[in-house]
Nanobody, 115 residues
């Protein structure tokens, strides 16, 4: 059974940095999609960044140049380095992994950016 666990959230001042981690386990094969999403209070969940087939990385326009997503060689752990954080980045951040028709979510980690 696939499990997805995020870590690394917390409280930071505007302009600061945080690094989120997402570890996926329970699959013999590499995940073909690993992504970070976020959901702020009263808003829909939105894509932040994603790596597809371990090749291409896509970012939301709102985080380009500030956030960097990376993946380990083992291809089962991804990171989201978040720099120059803004109060509008405050949200619960979720990791999403996909393999075949399976679509799995972590429990989320809270990121709060104070002004």
């Amino acid at each position: 059974q696939v499990q997805v666990v995020e870590s690394g959230g917390g409280l930071v001042q505007a302009g600061g940095s945080l690094r989120l981690s997402c570890a996926a386990s329970g699959s013999t094969f590499s995940f073909n999609y690993m992504g970070w999403y976020r959901q702020a209070p009263g808003k829909q969940r939105e894509l932040v960044a994603a790596i597809t087939s371990g090749i291409s990385t896509n970012y939301a326009d709102s985080v380009k140049g500030r956030f960097t997503m990376s993946r380990t060689n083992a291809r089962n752990t991804v990171y989201l380095q978040m720099n120059s954080l803004k109060p509008e980045d405050t949200a619960v951040y979720y990791c999403n992994v996909r393999i075949g028709i399976g679509n799995y979510w972590g429990q989320g980690t809270q990121v709060t950016v104070s002004s």
